[in-house]
């Protein structure tokens, strides 16, 4: 067994880069007062709903299973843990941009550019793990995004 140094450097590298960032981050929004009950409950109530992503990520690996499709531990728990976490600091965004904007963002565009973005993930995911060549993951940056920005604009087309 090789040790493979790109994978413990991308393991230990973002780590270390995930918990240095999470603290400067702290730290900025403590020097701008910004560590009060809103920003408390924003990332509460995120990472309570990052738990349904991840909940319904564990069913559909399930079910792939069940299906006879075959998937390594490793790539099981990266998928759980990148689900997890990406949901989690989406949604934390989506709650943060909507609780500090003077107009909320449309209900209907961000469950349309969430969908968008989970039909993308679920489909390339799936034509990755079938085919098992993983750059097909790459082709679910650009839908990805589209759906972000639908989430996260606000409708420009509303009157003053």
Do not use: C
């Not at 981050?25 to 992503?53: A, C, M, N, P, T």
């Amino acid at each position: 067994m090789a040790v493979q140094i790109g994978g413990l450097i991308g393991l230990y590298g973002g780590a270390a880069l995930g918990i240095l960032s999470w603290w400067l981050g702290r730290r900025i929004v403590k020097k701008q007062r910004g560590l009060d009950e809103l920003y408390e409950h924003i990332w509460q109530k995120s990472r309570s709903i990052s738990w349904f992503f991840t909940l319904t990520s564990i069913y559909i690996l399930f079910s792939l299973v069940i299906f006879g499709i075959e998937i390594g531990a490793a790539m099981t728990l990266a998928i759980i843990l990148t689900v997890h976490l990406a949901s989690w600091g989406i949604t934390g965004m989506i709650l943060s941009i909507n609780m500090n904007m003077t107009e909320p963002l449309k209900p209907s565009r961000v469950k349309f550019g969430i969908s968008v973005v989970v039909v993308s993930l679920i489909t390339f995911s799936i034509i990755s793990i079938v085919t098992g060549n993983w750059w097909f993951l790459i082709a679910s940056i650009p839908p990805n995004i589209i759906g972000l920005i639908s989430a996260l604009t606000p409708d420009k087309n509303k009157e003053n």
